[in-house]
C-alpha cells in the first residue's frame, strides 16, 4: 500500500503533532501565569501538571508514530487510522484526567499504552511474514 494514499494514517499524524502543539502552548502559558521561569521544571502545582502532561505524551509520540506508520501496510489505512484515533481518544482522556487529578490518569494511559502495543505487535506480525515470503 502506497503511503501517499493512507489519508486517515495522515490524518491521525497530524492530529497528533497539533495535540503536542497544544500542550507544548499550554505549558507556555503556564509559565507565565505561575511564574515558573525557564529553565525551571518545578514550582506550581498547576504547571507541573501541565509539563507532565506535556512531556509524557511526546515521550508515548516517539513510541506511537513509527508503529503507526508500519501497521498500515500490514492491516491497510482505515484500520490504523482507526487505531490512532483511539491512541488520541487515549491521550485526550489522560489530559483531562491527569489535569483534574494526577492520580486519576491510568485510564488515558492504558488506552495509549494498548494501542502502542497493538500497533506494534501488528508492525511485527507484518515483518516477520515479510521474513517467511520467498
Known amino acids: 500500500m502506497?503511503?501517499?494514499?493512507?489519508?486517515?494514517?495522515?490524518?491521525v499524524t497530524v492530529a497528533?503533532?497539533?495535540?503536542?502543539?497544544?500542550?507544548?502552548a499550554?505549558?507556555?502559558?503556564?509559565r507565565g501565569r505561575t511564574g515558573v521561569a525557564a529553565p525551571a521544571t518545578s514550582?506550581?502545582?498547576?504547571?507541573?501538571?501541565?509539563?507532565?502532561?506535556?512531556l509524557n505524551t511526546v515521550e508515548q509520540l516517539?513510541?506511537?508514530?513509527?508503529?503507526?506508520w508500519l501497521s498500515v501496510p500490514v492491516v491497510g489505512d482505515l484500520w490504523t487510522g482507526v487505531?490512532?484515533?483511539?491512541?488520541?481518544?487515549?491521550?485526550?482522556?489522560?489530559v483531562l484526567s491527569y489535569t483534574r487529578d494526577p492520580a486519576t490518569r491510568g485510564a488515558g494511559m492504558m488506552?495509549?499504552?494498548?494501542?502502542?502495543?497493538?500497533?506494534?505487535?501488528?508492525?511485527?506480525?507484518g515483518a516477520i511474514r515479510l521474513?517467511?515470503?520467498p
Open 111 to 125: 488506552i495509549t499504552l494498548g494501542v502502542t502495543t497493538a500497533l506494534a505487535l501488528i508492525a511485527l506480525a
Open 83 to 94: 487505531l490512532g484515533a483511539l491512541w488520541l481518544a487515549g491521550r485526550i482522556v489522560y
Open 2 to 11: 502506497s503511503l501517499l494514499i493512507a489519508k486517515y494514517t495522515m490524518l
Open 62 to 68: 516517539v513510541l506511537f508514530l513509527p508503529v503507526l
Open 26 to 30: 499550554r505549558v507556555g502559558m503556564l
Open 131 to 133: 521474513f517467511m515470503l
Open 16 to 24: 497528533s503533532v497539533v495535540l503536542v502543539l497544544v500542550l507544548t
Open 43 to 54: 514550582g506550581h502545582p498547576d504547571f507541573e501538571r501541565a509539563y507532565r502532561i506535556h
